[in-house]
Nanobody, 124 residues
């Protein structure tokens, strides 16, 4: 019923750009804050960005500020993550998630729904 489907990942050269999408269905999308996370092999899941439901303001982790831009389109039930200046250390599976009630934006436990992820691989 509830689905979050990420797309847009792939293999990209260092310094390149990528636009990830997350299509949502089965819940009241516009009332949910949306987040992007990633997990690299052998590392913890890392919160990247979160965009609010109420005013559409995006917030970013220190590690990605200046390179990543999150946006949402409520008419399409879709959120996006535009990534620039990709580096090999950005290689990870990228996940989108939805939270109806959120206090700490990068606390994974507070998100209600998760997608399956999309692989981003950055080559040198």
């Amino acid at each position: 019923q509830v689905q979050l489907v990420e797309s847009g990942g792939g293999l990209v050269q260092r310094g390149g750009s990528l636009r990830l999408s997350c299509a949502a269905s089965g819940f009241a999308f516009k009332y949910y804050a949306m987040g992007w996370f990633r997990q690299a092999p052998g590392k913890e899941r890392e919160g990247l960005s979160c965009i609010s439901a109420s005013d559409g303001i995006a917030y970013y982790s220190d590690s990605v500020t200046g390179r990543f831009t999150m946006s949402r389109d409520n008419a399409k039930n879709t959120v996006y993550l535009q990534i620039h200046s990709l580096q090999p250390e950005d290689t990870a599976v990228y996940y989108c998630a939805a939270a109806r009630d959120l206090r700490y934006i990068f606390n994974s436990a507070e998100y209600d729904y998760w997608g399956q992820g999309t692989q981003v691989t950055v080559s040198s």
